[in-house]
């Protein structure tokens, strides 16, 4: 009797091969369920760190561009050129810099691959 009774005991303590199986699987439910959100909130913050930093671009190109008092489109341009090349945007794939010449002055534009527009930038001289 004493040999069951510690067989007993010992076959108690741990799990089975069963209940193992059961508890991975429960995991693996609850990582697909929660995945899917994990990254939707990754992609947001990619999206709102290539926001900031086109509105940095922006920033520093009129802070250059009133540092040097040049208010003529091809300087203007060639700021806006360093700057974006000078950032992390330039390195991001799917953003782009656009730069037109309007009769009014000078349109600098950072866009996404969707053509959403992360920041824009008007100059008149």
């Known amino acids: 009797m004493n040999g069951f009774a510690y067989q007993r005991r010992t076959r108690e303590r741990g799990f089975t091969l069963i209940e193992l199986v059961g508890g991975l699987a429960m995991l693996g439910m609850l990582f697909g369920f929660f ?11 990619r999206v709102f760190e290539r926001e900031s930093c086109a509105v940095i671009v ?3 190109v009129l802070e250059r ?13 060639r700021v806006f050129r360093e700057e974006f090349a000078a950032s992390p945007l330039a390195a991001c794939s799917g953003v782009r810099a656009m730069e037109r010449e309007t009769d009014a002055g000078c349109v600098l534009v950072i866009r996404r691959a969707n053509d959403a ?3 824009r930038l008007e100059i008149q001289p």
């Open 58 to 60: 922006m920033a520093n």
């Open 117 to 119: 527009v992360l920041a």
């Open 65 to 77: 561009i009133e540092a040097a008092g040049a208010r003529d489109t091809a300087s203007v341009r």
């Open 35 to 45: 995945y899917p959100a994990l990254r939707g909130v990754r992609d947001a913050q």
